[in-house]
């Protein structure tokens, strides 16, 4: 039986101005279990920052209970907090005339008495973390120097250093590129099993989140929250509901989200290597439909071979040079 870290009851989330209130979320009742990674995904501003800044005690709940462990985020002392839950924010601090290594040391304040005198049982869990978010050879660095994905790795590193049980992230792939945001959330996952955390985090990357979270709560633009596994919230419609729009779509079948379109006209491709399924993402990239029925199709083997009405039009090498060829004709 997994632990439970995190409970949510009856939870209304939102802002208190004077004597009126902005309810964005309301009746969220949700639990996190150690060892899982939890994903927020839904459009910008449906309140997954605020949802949360106030799990993280930043702004404080409408109504409702947030319980660490048993007990009440309320009763906490602030000490003791710091060291059940780390947060990590989309906004970049200012840090200046401090290493990196001394920012990721910060993380080991809730441990370190009045005076924050880190032992060396401290110095090594930061330089181990510092292993473990790939930044070892930027401990000696300025951090005001570093890139933004650079920052944003430091700040991971200080979360994780900080050893909590829980740990909440806003956007943490903001500043990655694809690779690093895949390995990231590959690596969060590893150390959600391995030191059995609850780690939950805020992603516009559905498809990566799709692909990595244990469950998924979704927030839909002025709907209540949905919570599920991805397969189930795929299967039942929620995640194209809830991203369809004029551009875009997201396909059940291939899990991605592709170009809604009006096509110019049809083309079959016939094949199922690597080669057509390109060839397929570049007709759709130019508004051509590869499907049948069709007059004209493509076989595709060393070359893209083009027919029309079973008759052979040409042979091309490359998808660009078939591609120019089309938009010609």
């Given at each position: 039986m997994?632990k439970?870290?995190?409970?949510i009851?009856?939870?209304?989330i939102g802002y208190?101005?004077?004597?009126q209130k902005k309810v964005i979320?309301?009746?969220?009742?949700?639990?996190?279990?150690?060892g899982?990674?939890?994903?927020?995904?839904?459009?910008n501003g449906?309140?997954?920052?605020t949802?949360l800044?106030t799990l993280?005690?930043i702004?404080?709940e409408?109504?409702?209970?947030i319980i660490?462990?048993?007990?009440?985020?309320?009763k906490?002392s602030?000490q003791?907090f710091?060291?059940?839950?780390a947060?990590?924010l989309t906004?970049?601090l200012?840090?200046?005339?401090?290493?990196?290594?001394?920012v990721i040391s910060?993380?080991?304040?809730p441990?370190?008495?009045?005076?924050?005198?880190?032992?060396n049982?401290?110095?090594?869990?930061v330089?181990?973390?510092?292993?473990?978010?790939?930044?070892e050879?930027?401990?000696?660095?300025?951090?005001?120097?570093?890139?933004?994905g650079?920052?944003q790795k430091v700040?991971?590193a200080?979360?994780?250093?900080?050893q909590t049980?829980?740990?909440?992230?806003d956007e943490?792939?903001?500043?990655?590129?694809?690779?690093?945001k895949?390995s990231?959330?590959?690596?969060?996952?590893?150390?959600?099993r391995?030191?059995?955390m609850?780690?939950?985090?805020?992603?516009?990357d559905i498809?990566?989140a799709?692909?990595?979270?244990?469950?998924?709560?979704?927030?839909?633009?002025?709907?209540k929250?949905?919570s599920?596994?991805?397969?189930?919230?795929?299967?039942d419609?929620q995640i194209?509901?809830?991203?369809?729009n004029?551009?875009?779509?997201?396909?059940?079948?291939?899990?991605?989200?592709e170009k809604?379109?009006?096509?110019?006209?049809?083309i079959?491709v016939k094949?199922?290597?690597i080669k057509?399924?390109?060839?397929?993402?570049?007709l759709?990239r130019?508004?051509?439909?590869?499907?049948?029925?069709?007059d004209?199709h493509?076989?595709?083997?060393?070359e893209?071979?083009l027919?029309?009405?079973?008759?052979?039009i040409?042979?091309f090498n490359?998808?660009?040079k078939l591609?120019?060829?089309l938009k010609?004709?």
């Amino acid at each position: 039986m997994k632990k439970k870290l995190l409970e949510i009851k009856d939870l209304e989330i939102g802002y208190a101005v004077k004597d009126q209130k902005k309810v964005i979320q309301h009746q969220l009742n949700l639990s996190l279990n150690e060892g899982e990674l939890i994903c927020l995904i839904g459009p910008n501003g449906v309140g997954k920052s605020t949802f949360l800044k106030t799990l993280g005690r930043i702004q404080a709940e409408l109504s409702g209970d947030i319980i660490i462990d048993k007990t009440p985020i309320s009763k906490i002392s602030q000490q003791e907090f710091s060291r059940k839950l780390a947060l990590v924010l989309t906004e970049q601090l200012d840090i200046p005339h401090m290493t990196t290594q001394d920012v990721i040391s910060l993380g080991r304040y809730p441990y370190t008495g009045f005076w924050g005198n880190l032992q060396n049982k401290d110095l090594s869990i930061v330089i181990d973390t510092a292993k473990k978010v790939g930044i070892e050879h930027l401990l000696k660095r300025s951090y005001v120097e570093l890139s933004d994905g650079e920052k944003q790795k430091v700040m991971i590193a200080k979360a994780l250093a900080q050893q909590t049980p829980l740990m909440l992230l806003d956007e943490p792939t903001a500043f990655l590129d694809f690779p690093t945001k895949s390995s990231l959330l590959i690596m969060l996952r590893k150390l959600a099993r391995q030191n059995k955390m609850g780690i939950i985090l805020s992603t516009h990357d559905i498809e990566l989140a799709l692909k990595t979270a244990d469950q998924i709560w979704l927030f839909p633009e002025h709907l209540k929250m949905i919570s599920g596994i991805p397969e189930d919230l795929v299967l039942d419609g929620q995640i194209l509901k809830v991203f369809k729009n004029d551009e875009m779509s997201f396909n059940i079948e291939s899990g991605h989200f592709e170009k809604q379109f009006k096509a110019n006209f049809n083309i079959e491709v016939k094949g199922d290597n690597i080669k057509s399924i390109w060839l397929k993402k570049a007709l759709i990239r130019n508004e051509i439909a590869p499907v049948a029925p069709s007059d004209k199709h493509i076989i595709c083997d060393e070359e893209y071979h083009l027919f029309e009405k079973n008759i052979k039009i040409d042979s091309f090498n490359t998808i660009n040079k078939l591609l120019q060829f089309l938009k010609i004709q």
